[in-house]
């Protein structure tokens, strides 16, 4: 039994409540003194002592007492459950039966900075899905979901899991009281459009030469059966349009493959150099097709880079083809670089492709890299363009921890910059 200081009484109530102490023990003091069994003086000490014993303000603590005490205040207003609250990583609310708030993390008072402690939260919630949930689940008992658009400060998309939680009483009963957990499932509705996308733009470029294939051939077979002039003219349309479709089908094929080794860095050291000249030597006789000047400008020195060659092959080829297609009216294209520093301080090589032709509008720069985005839809297909070119550049950089810098006017031309970190400030696989 542990001892406790209670707290401070009038001295009349403390004599009142010890008068009977103090009057045995006065009697039997006196009893042993006239008997002769004490001396008198050491029987008022010993009166004395028992008096300031009976008359301090010292009391037992009763355990039981102490423990119907604890239980009687709520169990979810202790600090172990706002410490379980403030711990869980995804935002979370505590409510009381009545919908007001008991205790919310971080992550809650960031993402609804309206809800408050002791308010009620249907305030600070004030989608209608929320509303009608909440009072779903506070009536029923029974767990509900809301999922719904948050617009501020950027469009994110979440759900709202409302749990009725049960919580024993200090008399043995059952109270409730409610979880609200968010889960933010903006990145799967973006991947699911992603996705989406991917599939309403692959089978429509699918369609398109097909169709003409499939039109080409009837006319052969029909009208045009005897005629030597329209079936070469639709051969050589056929041809072309084989060509387009072979080719979409290979960037489609290439892009899969390198997203699937997306989070494997190639280990083994090239040189960079030689594979952009052998580039620029390749696509020559598309540059004279184009009546466009290369000008090259690289190091003699190698350059060695932890990649893979065939992946480094692809995307400097569409670099360079894009420029010589697209900036052709500029009449030349720069193939240049230098040695920087990336944001993080890792040395970085650069490899710019310049060209000098109509330039991309600004709107249209952070979108690039999307699959099969088209700053001109009719051109791009004129030009043989499948619109996956700078969505490998970029995945081919990626996994090369490499960069892809764009910039471009109208009317100024545009650069695509390739930043690679060097060799030796790469960690061998």
């Known amino acids: 039994m542990a001892v406790s ?38 029987a008022i000490a010993a009166f004395v002592c028992i008096a300031a014993a009976a008359l301090v303000p010292w009391q037992v603590r009763d355990p039981a007492a102490s423990r119907e005490t604890e239980l009687g205040a709520n169990p979810v207003e202790t600090a172990a459950a706002y410490a379980i609250i403030a711990g869980m990583p995804d935002p979370n609310v505590l409510l009381d039966r009545a919908g007001r708030v008991i205790h919310l993390n971080a992550a809650a008072a960031q993402l609804v900075p309206a809800l408050r402690k002791n308010e009620l939260a249907q305030f600070a919630l004030r989608s209608p ?3 009608t949930a909440l009072r ?34 200090a008399f043995g009963g059952i109270d409730h009281c409610i979880l609200l957990t968010f889960h933010d499932q903006t990145p799967l509705r973006r991947v699911e459009e992603m996705r989406a996308d991917f599939v309403a733009n692959a089978s429509h470029e699918l369609r398109t030469p097909l169709a003409a294939l499939s039109g080409f051939i009837d006319t052969l077979q029909g009208p045009a059966r005897d005629d030597p002039g ?8 056929m041809h072309a349009q084989a060509t387009r479709m072979a080719r979409l089908i290979d960037d489609l094929l290439s892009l899969s493959r390198v997203e699937l080794s997306a989070h494997v860095r190639p280990d083994t050291l090239v040189d960079l150099i030689p594979i952009v000249r052998q580039v620029v030597d390749g696509l020559e006789p598309l540059a004279v097709e184009r009546q466009v000047h290369i000008e090259v400008a690289l190091p003699a020195m190698p350059v060695m880079i932890a990649g893979d060659r065939e992946e480094l092959l692809r ?17 030349r294209v720069v ?8 944001p993080d301080g890792v040395p970085e090589f650069r490899v710019a492709v310049r060209d000098f032709g109509p330039g991309i509008a600004p709107e249209h720069l952070p979108r690039l890299t999307e699959r099969f985005y088209r700053v001109d839809v009719g051109d791009s297909r004129a030009q043989g363009g499948t619109g996956l070119g700078l969505s490998l550049v970029k995945h081919i950089l990626n996994r090369h921890h490499g960069r892809l810098l764009i910039e471009s006017e109208p009317g100024q031309g545009a650069t695509f910059t390739a930043g690679f970190p060097l060799a030796q400030a790469v960690s061998p696989a």
């Open 136 to 169: 779903e689940a506070i009536a029923t008992r029974e767990t509900r979901r809301a999922t719904y658009l948050n617009h501020v400060p950027v469009d994110r998309w979440m759900e709202l899991i409302i749990t009725p939680v049960p919580v024993p009483t």
């Open 230 to 237: 329209a079936r070469d003219r639709f051969l050589g349309i």
């Open 315 to 331: 995307l400097f080829e569409n670099l360079i083809e894009n420029a010589l297609k697209y900036g052709a009216s500029g009449g």
């Open 335 to 342: 193939v240049s670089s230098m040695m920087d520093a990336a």
């Open 5 to 42: 200081v209670a707290k401070s009484a009038s001295w009349p109530d403390r004599l009142r409540r010890s008068a009977v102490i103090l009057l045995v023990a006065g009697l039997v003091l006196a009893a042993l003194t006239v008997l002769g069994g004490l001396q008198p003086s050491r």
């Open 129 to 131: 899905e929320i509303v």
